[in-house]
């Protein structure tokens, strides 16, 4: 969340930047709060000093008659203080609901804009292939080779789900493995995290795992979730920690199962295992200094770059625009793959984001490091490294022959064990 006191000083600034990310939190509500409630405060602290006073006079030598005066003045200084300290709750649970609500700051050189096609694009790496023939997309191939099984689990789980098998599992874990070994190698710490987190965590990093356009999956009566990135379950890693300063940078990975509603993401590129509920992603995290959260978060993406380039993927990188950056990100890069079976003969599709979410989650998660001037607050950043389904869209795609066979990266055939996967009957 952002300071009150930034808020306060900039409210101009707030509300425009709120205007820009296309957002209806009000900044003027939370400034008002914020003083009804410190108002509420002083008052309610004053009338306690009273009632000390009074209680230290009971304690004394009082004539009866001025013994009855303190007594009633006690009792309705009790009732009074109560009362306030009622509305103060009511005040301070506001306004903590309505700051939350403000989202972070955006990075100035971020494209002002409503959506995705307001993205600004950086740069194109990788030729996009040509065929011989008409590409399909990655659900006919994935169906063809038996890969890939759809209509199965529609009946098993319901829509947006998925079944991987013969040489798509192998195939995901080399990815994974592949990924795993460009980050172990670049000192990020490995984790395998929970796939469940308690609400306040999921909310502390900026998913609101209530309400009807949450996008998360609540466990009803647990007061927890189930992480639609482990960007969540990293992020809570370090809750309410105070770092030496010398400990930082922190960069993680994290590998996790990831569950997502997709509530209203019904559209034409949401086909097959490009928006699913459930697929696994590996992602990096860092913890920071705020001086250097902007050059890390150049590295998140040369790291992105660099496993997706060993890939042999085309792709292009695109700076995110205001309105689709999400509540936390001061600045956020795209990767988009080339995806050759999209319709009108292919084209761009996100495969990986990052974001620098500066101090906006360790101002809610309480994660500070120490100076001599006192605790402030460490910047944090996430960055998917692989999100595995994704990746095989663009695999599937970009690799396919014209006698219906896929061939395998280069990089991946070590893991993988095999070199193509071909036609072959059903079992």
Request: hydrophobic share 35%; charged share 30%; with cysteine.
């Amino acid at each position: 969340m952002l300071d009150i006191k930034y808020i306060r000083e900039n409210i101009d600034l707030v509300k425009k930047n709120i205007k820009d990310r296309n957002m209806s939190a009000d900044a003027d509500i939370v400034v008002a709060l914020y003083d009804e409630k410190n108002s509420l405060q002083q008052e309610i602290d004053s009338l306690r000093q009273k009632r000390n006073t009074n209680a230290s006079l009971m304690k004394g030598k009082v004539p009866d008659e001025q013994r009855a005066l303190l007594i009633e003045e006690g009792k309705a200084l009790k009732e009074k203080i109560a009362e306030l300290e009622k509305l103060f709750t009511e005040k301070e649970s506001a306004y903590n609901s309505a700051i939350l609500e403000i989202p972070n700051m955006a990075n100035p050189k971020a494209p002002v804009g409503k959506e995705d096609k307001d993205n600004t694009e950086i740069k194109k790496v990788g030729k996009i292939p040509t065929f011989s023939f008409k590409p399909k997309d990655h659900v006919e191939l994935g169906e063809a080779l038996d890969l890939v099984d759809f209509e199965t689990a529609a009946k098993v789980s319901g829509p947006k789900f998925y079944y991987l098998k013969n040489e798509a599992v192998l195939l995901e874990f080399a990815l994974t493995r592949y990924t795993l070994d460009i980050l172990r190698k670049k000192g990020f710490v490995l984790m395998k995290t929970p796939d469940i987190a308690k609400e306040e965590i999921a909310s502390g990093i900026g998913f609101n795992p209530r309400g009807e356009e949450s996008n998360i999956y609540t466990v009803e009566g647990t007061g927890t979730c189930l992480i639609g990135t482990a960007e969540i379950t990293l992020g809570g890693y370090y809750a309410d920690k105070i770092f030496d300063k010398s400990n930082l940078p922190i960069k993680m990975a994290g590998i996790s199962n990831c569950f997502r509603r997709e509530a209203g993401a019904a559209g034409k590129h949401s086909k097959g295992l490009y928006r699913v509920h459930q697929f696994t992603k590996v992602e990096m995290f860092v913890y920071c200094l705020p001086e250097e959260s902007d050059s890390f978060h150049q590295y998140l993406l040369e790291t992105e770059e660099e496993i997706f380039q060993g890939l042999g993927l085309p792709y292009r990188v695109v700076d995110t625009c205001t309105g689709d950056l999400g509540a936390s990100a001061y600045r956020k890069f795209d990767i988009e793959a080339w995806m050759p079976g999209r319709e009108n003969g292919g084209d761009w599709g996100e495969v990986t984001s990052t974001s620098n979410c500066t101090d906006f989650q360790s101002r809610r998660l309480g994660i500070r490091y120490k100076t001599d001037n006192g605790n402030k607050f460490v910047h944090m950043l996430n960055g998917t490294a692989m999100a595995l389904s994704r990746a095989l869209v663009c695999i599937f795609e970009n690799y396919q022959q014209e006698d219906g066979s896929i061939l395998i990266p280069e990089k991946l055939i070590p893991y993988a064990g095999f070199d193509r996967v071909s036609s072959k009957p059903l079992i």
